[in-house]
């Protein structure tokens, strides 16, 4: 069992930056890919990005390359999702979520999820 936490979201005008943090628990994080995903009003979930289980590999949504980054410490059982150059496009619910096999962009094969943090960007 994995609970995830994000957090970090908040108010910020275009070309700043946020850093959110996925904190969680469970012996069996490092075992588990992470995916960040978001979600604007009505519109569906989007995947954004995600690390592999041992923190090499890194993926990325095409609007989001060069300026969202994505790190894993283990030893913090934490995901890091770096938001450079924010945009208002960027707007959303950002959630982490935690997948055995790997990364996805199809959210529903992500077994764990953060409640969500809100990111503002405005213009």
């Known amino acids: 069992q994995v609970q995830l936490v994000d957090s970090g979201g908040g108010l910020v005008q275009a070309g700043g930056s946020l850093r959110l943090s996925c904190v969680a628990s469970?012996?069996?994080?490092?075992?588990?890919?992470i995916g960040w995903f978001r979600q604007a009003p009505g519109k569906e979930r989007e995947f954004v990005g995600g690390?592999?289980?041992?923190?090499?590999?890194?993926y990325y949504e095409d609007s989001v390359k060069g300026r969202f980054f994505i790190s894993r410490d283990v030893a913090k059982n934490t995901v890091y999702l770096q938001m450079n150059s924010l945009k208002p496009e960027d707007t959303a619910v950002y959630y982490c979520?935690?997948?055995?096999?790997?990364?996805?962009?199809?959210?529903?094969?992500?077994?764990?999820w953060g409640q969500g943090t809100q990111v503002t960007v405005s213009s």
């Open positions: 979520a935690g997948a055995r096999e790997g990364v996805y962009s199809d959210y529903t094969r992500y077994d764990y």
């Open positions: 469970g012996r069996t994080f490092s075992s588990y890919a």
């Open positions: 690390i592999d289980w041992g923190g090499s590999s890194t």
